[in-house]
């Protein structure tokens, strides 16, 4: 295996990580829909996403119960389906963020003057 191959999967995994904390920290001031979230995490390049791949996210997260769903009308077409976050996922969120800065001050530290 290539090690760009191997260097892609482990791009696609973190970013798994980083947008599950990225649309729990969005919809920690609002409940908000799919395209509302995806607008949202393209205003940092970083987090650009696809409307498309960010449903897999969403179901997985439902599942998980760290959010729920509900359906809200629209003034300018159909039912939306809006996001919300439970108190699961206001847990893991925290209990994420402080091991995800934790982690990001270990490897500063480890980098020296790389970066």
Do not use: C
Not at 46 to 75: C, V
């Amino acid at each position: 295996m290539k090690t760009n191959q191997v260097n892609d999967r482990w791009i696609v995994q973190f970013r798994k990580g980083i947008f599950e904390l990225a649309i729990l920290s969005l919809l920690r001031s609002k409940p908000m829909y799919g395209y509302e979230l995806t607008s949202s995490l393209k205003t940092t390049s970083a987090l650009a996403i696809s409307e498309g791949a960010i449903y897999p996210i969403l179901k997985r997260m439902t599942e998980k119960g760290w959010i729920e769903f509900f359906w809200e009308d629209s003034l300018d077409g159909p039912k939306r389906k809006y996001y919300k976050m439970t108190q699961k996922g206001e847990e893991m969120l925290k209990e994420r963020l402080e091991k995800y800065l934790e982690t990001h001050q270990a490897l500063l530290s480890l980098s020296g003057d790389l970066l």
